[in-house]
């Protein structure tokens, strides 16, 4: 079982940057995929970037150019670095890690992130 500890959300300006970070822990999981989702107040959960074991990236098109994710495999870390925050961003981010891409994965508890006009 694995567990998933989320730090580094908070209360930024629009312009502004945040790193998130998770760090999965426990026994007998994989990380061959590390995403990261968020969801807005009455909207569905929706994947930001997904990092995957042999280095491909993936990002969703809002936040293309603007959010970075990277890993640490050694670590079983992930982040997402967060640039040119808009109040759109504004959402509850959470981490995934997962075997594979259609998994389901686990999940950890999210981070709020809210950026203010």
């Known amino acids: 079982q694995v567990q998933l500890m989320e730090s580094g959300g908070g209360f930024v300006q629009a312009g502004g940057s945040l790193r998130l970070s998770c760090v999965a822990s426990?026994?007998?999981?994989?990380?061959?995929?590390m995403r990261w989702y968020r969801q807005a107040p009455g909207k569905q959960r929706e994947l930001v970037a997904s990092?995957?074991?042999?280095?491909?990236?993936t990002y969703a098109d809002s936040v293309k150019g603007r959010f970075r994710i990277s890993r640490d495999n050694a670590q079983k870390a992930v982040y997402l670095q967060m640039n040119s925050l808009k109040p759109e961003d504004t959402a509850v981010y959470y981490c995934?890690?997962?075997?594979?891409?259609?998994?389901?994965?686990?999940w950890g508890q999210g981070t709020q992130v809210t950026v203010s006009s």
């Open positions: 990092a995957f074991s042999g280095g491909y990236r």
């Open positions: 426990g026994s007998n999981f994989s990380t061959n995929v």
């Open positions: 995934n890690v997962a075997p594979r891409q259609d998994h389901f994965g686990s």
